[in-house]
Nanobody
Framework: QIQLMESGGGSLQTGGSLKLSCTASGATATTRRMGWFRQASGKEREGVAAIWTGSYGTHYADSVQGRFTISLGDSRDTVYLQMNNLKPEDTAIYYC???????????????????WGQGTQVTVSS
């Protein structure tokens, strides 16, 4: 069983930066893609970024392209989300997720992922 634990959330002002971390424990060798999602109050969960653990290929939502960077740690058991130039519309609970069988499954759809963390709150004030 794989468990994910996010950390690094917090409250800050517009234009600030945060780096989220997500550490996986358990049978992580079969994880082929890791993603970050977010869910704002009253809205659906949306894909923010994803990274393939083998090729390190990445995907980003248009709304965060150029501001957010997803990366893997050396052991590939940790995935990071560096968030720069944060805006109030980035306020949400951020979740990381892992996918064993990403082929043919869209990176930004929640149903494409097999396991999830509990989430970490990010609040950006103007």
């Amino acid at each position: 069983q794989i468990q994910l634990m996010e950390s690094g959330g917090g409250s800050l002002q517009t234009g600030g930066s945060l780096k989220l971390s997500c550490t996986a424990s358990g049978a992580t060798a079969t994880t082929r893609r890791m993603g970050w999602f977010r869910q704002a109050s009253g809205k659906e969960r949306e894909g923010v970024a994803a990274i393939w653990t083998g090729s390190y290929g990445t995907h980003y939502a248009d709304s965060v392209q150029g501001r957010f960077t997803i990366s893997l740690g050396d052991s590939r058991d940790t995935v990071y989300l560096q968030m720069n130039n944060l805006k109030p519309e980035d306020t949400a609970i951020y979740y990381c997720a892992g996918d064993h069988t990403p082929d043919g499954r869209e990176w930004n759809r929640s149903v494409s992922y097999d396991y999830w963390g509990q989430g970490t709150q990010v609040t950006v004030s103007s």
